[in-house]
């Protein structure tokens, strides 16, 4: 008995991330400027590794680097997350399929908040001036 208890907990432990979620968000900003923010978050080589992107399609696929506490079978797990953007109205939505979101990940939902951080700070910064030609003597 112990042992078909022990074996249906694996079995559940890792069939558990299997069942990836996608979160959406909208952003009121041009796709291009998310698209933006997007490669902005994930250069990030502390947080994540990039595994492919497609510049036309604004869409790309990524793992997350989590902190040193994650487990074996953490590590088994783990799957690459997708983000993709779409045009809607004057604004993009962002879809973030996930496999980790709960007691110790909130990868989609770090993800959209750093997404939000790199928009605001494109916001704040001032625009590059354009060089003046110098007036003939």
Same mark, same amino acid.
């Given at each position: 008995m112990l042992r078909? +208890?022990? +074996? +249906?907990? !694996?079995?559940?432990?890792? #069939?558990? $991330? !299997? &069942?990836? *979620? /996608? &979160? *959406?968000? +909208?952003? $009121?900003? #041009?796709?291009?400027?998310?698209? /933006? #923010?997007? *490669?902005d978050t994930l250069g990030n080589a502390e947080n994540y590794t990039i595994k492919i992107t497609d510049e036309t399609r604004m869409i790309a696929t990524y793992s997350v680097k989590h902190s040193a506490h994650v487990t074996l079978t953490g590590t088994l797990r783990q799957r690459p997350n997708t983000v993709s953007l779409s045009p809607h109205g004057d604004g993009c939505d962002m879809e973030v399929q996930s496999n980790y979101s709960g007691f110790e990940h909130n990868d989609a939902g770090d993800f959209a908040k750093r997404i939000g951080e790199s928009l605001a700070k494109r916001k704040e910064a001032p625009p590059a001036e354009t060089a003046k030609p110098d007036k003939p003597k």
């Open positions: 078909f +208890a022990v +074996a +249906a907990l !694996l079995l559940f432990a890792f #069939a558990l $991330p !299997l &069942h990836s *979620k /996608t &979160h *959406k968000v +909208a952003y $009121p900003n #041009a796709c291009g400027d998310v698209w /933006t #923010a997007v *490669k």
